[in-house]
């Protein structure tokens, strides 16, 4: 039972645009929510997170927007860069437990 | 600083064979976990613990064990391999549990069963 679902395994953007990544949830109990962004051969890296008490959360091109009624988190990433190439995973925290969906592959096209 | 750091990075297995994937972080983290990267499913919790002496089980524990009898070193044991545990291993580790610290993760072990 896939309790957090990124349902895009890839997504395509220009560079300049904005990325828009998406993620859904199925338990209520989560408190906090984390973005994660990952390149080849190397561990996850933290992004940005949200509280379950908020409804977005900025930090310089990257926004994370919470819509608890609707359980779904999404992530703006505003201008996109080459850079931001990778793997992108978000994870939902309930307890000491941290359940992450399955990744999105962004890929920044020149 | 190094971190989080596992070895081995690459190791094949045969089916049965036993072995332990480790790791150490040298933050002073209380909480650290071990997660398993397979295509399709993103990265599953196998086992966690909140501090030395105290370990517990993820989603998908069995056929792993783990300790934790220092702060530092968290290894996952793998006691007879199978096939259905190729898989990448990632160790993480944060300052506590439950607080809003995020997971600080090492590079990976990749690790195939024949």
């Known amino acids: 039972d896939q309790q957090v679902k990124q349902n895009s395994p890839s997504l395509s953007v220009q560079e300049g645009r904005i990325s828009i990544l998406n993620c859904d949830y199925t338990n209520s109990m989560f408190d906090y929510f984390l973005w994660y962004k990952k390149y080849p051969a190397e561990g996850p890296t933290f992004l940005i997170s949200?509280?379950?008490?908020?409804d977005k959360n900025e930090d310089g091109r990257f926004t994370v927007f919470l819509n608890k009624s609707a359980k779904h988190l999404s992530l703006h990433i505003v201008p996109s860069q080459p850079g931001d190439s990778a793997v992108y995973f978000c994870a939902a925290r309930r307890a000491q437990k941290l359940v992450f969906g399955q990744g999105t592959r962004l890929t920044i096209n020149p | 600083n190094a971190g989080v750091t596992q070895t081995p990075k690459f190791q094949v297995l045969k089916t049965g064979q036993s072995m332990t994937l480790q790791c150490a972080q040298d933050m002073n983290h209380e909480y650290m976990s071990w997660y398993r990267q397979d295509p399709g499913m993103g990265l599953r919790l196998i086992h966690y613990s909140v501090g030395a002496g105290i370990t517990d089980q993820g989603e998908v524990p069995n056929g792993y064990n783990v300790s934790r009898s220092t702060t530092e070193d968290f290894p996952l044991r793998l006691l007879s391999a199978a096939p259905s545990q190729t898989s990448v291993y990632f160790c993480?580790?944060?300052?506590?549990?439950?607080?809003?610290?995020?997971?600080?993760f090492g590079n990976g072990t990749r690790l195939t069963v024949t």
């Open positions: 949200i509280s379950s008490i908020k």
């Open positions: 993480a580790s944060s300052y506590m549990a439950g607080d809003n610290s995020p997971l600080h």
